[in-house]
Nanobody, 119 residues
Framework: QVQLVQSGGGSVQPGGSLRLSCSSS???????????MMWYREAPGKQREVVAT???????AYADSVDGRFGISRDNAENTVELQMDSLKPEDTAVYYC??????????WGQGTQVTVSS
């Protein structure tokens, strides 16, 4: 079965940085290489929204709200997708989810991790 395991997150002050990781392993280890990968977030009172994507071909895209501050990357050797978050703002506070999608193979979610930005 496909498994996406997230790590990272936590609490930081405004202007700080956090790095999130999403990994596949075992019999589904290749999912990171073969699927489009995305990071979503769900903030209080808001709909879940995509903030960053990296396609299976390596094309990256970001939501306007995080463009220039967040960076998504893929490490095929470690079967991991990461989200580097810099210059964090209180409005970035949310539960962050990794998401894997394939037109032909389906879609899967990570378990989510809390990111809190406050002074």
């Amino acid at each position: 079965q496909v498994q996406l395991v997230q790590s990272g997150g936590g609490s930081v002050q405004p202007g700080g940085s956090l790095r999130l990781s999403c990994s596949s392993s075992g019999r589904s280890a290749n999912i990171i290489r073969h699927y489009d990968m995305m990071w979503y977030r769900e903030a209080p009172g808001k709909q879940r929204e995509v903030v960053a994507t990296i396609t299976a071909g390596g094309t990256k895209a970001y939501a306007d709200s995080v463009d220039g501050r967040f960076g998504i990357s893929r490490d095929n050797a470690e079967n991991t997708v990461e989200l580097q978050m810099d210059s964090l703002k209180p409005e970035d506070t949310a539960v962050y989810y990794c998401y894997a999608w394939s037109r032909f193979a389906g879609a899967y979610w990570g378990q989510g991790t809390q990111v809190t930005v406050s002074s």
